[in-house]
């Protein structure tokens, strides 16, 4: 009572006509809107983190009053160069993530040597001012009573420093442990003063003052670094979150023809922009937990890595629904000549609408043709498994069927459509097709299946 005819059209063919069928090629995004937002946000996060950072020195500043006047002055020019590195690590970050440069990751990558550049002329610089109050000690070393005043001076301002640390700044997040081992050697030292043991206090004052004060400038720089880092980590993550809401409805201009389409891009992906759009918000949302904030490595890692990766994806998926629109119009395209060689070669004519499967734009494309005797002919036109080429299936509802005018069909449609640059395959496939194809509106009412293979 019927028959079938599969046609398949060769991939490089099928590519080819993709590309003569993609005269809208230009994508125009709302750039101004998506870098304003960067920019806010980056603005309101560096506020943010000086905002936290002034607080953090006012508290270690208050509780630093108490110390000599000597150690005072040495720690009133260790928080002016801390502060000063600082600004600086905090502007050249803000500067560059706000203009969206290529410095950017550049800063990142450089922030351990900028780290340690600065620690060792902050240590150095230290261990200048220290050398000054170790040479008014010596003056004064033939006097044991001098010396033993001297150290408790000195046990003094190491404690007071010591609990600024322990009180206002960040120590266990940034130098675990060390606190805990200079409280051990301030203890020694306080016993021994007790002792009346006065050289002794005295040098081990000394050194522990000059490692509290290294490990002050240690927290404070590490501080500042890794808020350079999660500001550059924003910028990167609020830039990508930017692309992807530009991405959701792209405008595809041929200025040739002077006309402008609209490239739903979540759509025509399969819902792959819905997917980085959701993996870049989990990103945000780490970026944005104070309780449990990432490590200055895995920020780093958030914006070399996952953003990147989700930036390379976000281009993927723009390709790809543009590819899969532009398959859309080249199957609609292959179906109008497929029925064109049917009504001029075969005693048929089109009947009514064509219709997509699900009424769904990326899935099969239906025809119908009828003759006088109520015989019909339904052409589908589908993506392959891979979602790379078509293929066309001629079914065929016939009264008295003909495998021989069949098979000139199929041959008939693979030379029309060498006409157009598409090598095309025929073949016949066993066994009667499904009637159910005959009911167009059935076709186009069903439930939408996936339409074409996710990548990957």
């Known amino acids: 009572m019927s028959g079938r005819a599969r046609i398949s059209v060769d991939v490089a063919d099928w590519r080819e006509a993709q590309r003569s069928a993609a005269r809208l090629r230009e ?75 290529g410095e950017t990751r550049q800063l990142i990558e450089h922030q351990e040597r900028r780290f340690t550049a600065a620690m060792d002329a902050e240590r150095g610089e ?41 009180e206002s700044l960040p120590h266990e997040r940034y130098a675990p442990g060390q606190l805990e081992r200079l409280t051990s050697r301030l203890a020694m030292i306080e016993g021994n003063l007790a002792d009346g043991a006065g050289e002794a206090a005295l040098s ?41 809401s530009a991405a959701e409805h792209i405008n595809l201009v041929d200025e040739e023809a ?81 029925v064109q ?6 005693p048929f004519d089109l009947a009514g609408e064509p219709v997509f499967a699900g009424d769904d734009q990326r899935g099969a494309f239906y025809s119908k043709l009828r003759a006088e005797d109520d015989s019909e002919i339904v052409i589908e036109v589908a993506p392959d498994e891979t979602g790379e080429t078509c293929v066309i299936r001629v079914l065929s509802y016939e009264s008295d069927p003909d495998q021989r005018q069949q098979d000139a069909r199929a041959h008939a449609i693979a030379e029309a459509l060498g006409g157009e640059g598409l090598s095309a395959t025929p073949s016949c496939s066993p066994g009667e097709p499904d009637p159910s194809y005959r009911d167009l509106t059935r076709l186009r009412m069903q439930p939408a299946a996936t339409a074409v293979p996710r990548r990957g």
């Not at 060689?341 to 075969?346: H, M, Q, R, S």
């Open 27 to 101: 994508v125009r995004r709302d750039m101004p809107r998506m870098l304003e937002s960067v920019r806010k946000a980056t603005e309101q996060q560096a506020a943010k983190d000086r905002a936290a950072l002034q607080a953090q020195q006012a508290e270690t500043n208050k509780r630093l009053s108490a110390l000599s006047d000597y150690a005072r002055q040495v720690e009133t020019t260790t928080t002016q160069r801390i502060n000063a590195a600082t600004t600086r690590l905090l502007n050249e970050v803000q500067d560059a993530t706000e203009n969206l440069r």
């Open 126 to 166: 230290r261990q200048r001012d220290v050398a000054g109050l170790r040479a008014e000690i010596n003056r004064d070393r033939q006097d044991r009573a001098s010396i033993l005043e001297r150290a408790r001076i000195m046990a003094a301002d190491a404690r007071i420093m010591h609990d600024a640390i322990a």
């Open 204 to 244: 081990g004052a000394q050194d522990a003052f000059l490692s509290l004060g290294e490990l002050r400038t240690e927290v404070a720089l590490r501080d500042a670094e890794w808020r350079v880092g999660h500001l550059a980590a924003v910028a990167v993550v609020t830039k990508l979150i930017g692309e992807i």
């Open 258 to 338: 002077d006309v402008t389409a609209d490239l739903d891009v979540n759509y025509w992906s399969n819902g792959e922009l819905a997917r980085i759009r959701e993996r870049a918000t989990q990103l945000s949302a780490r970026l944005a937990d104070e309780a449990s904030p990432p490590s200055l490595e895995k920020l780093i890692e958030i914006s070399q890595g996952e953003a990147a990766e989700l930036d390379a994806e976000l281009s993927d998926a723009i390709a790809l629904a543009r590819t899969r629109q532009w398959a859309c119009q080249v199957r609609v395209n292959v179906a109008e000549q497929v």
């Open 341 to 346: 060689v049917l009504e001029e070669t075969t």
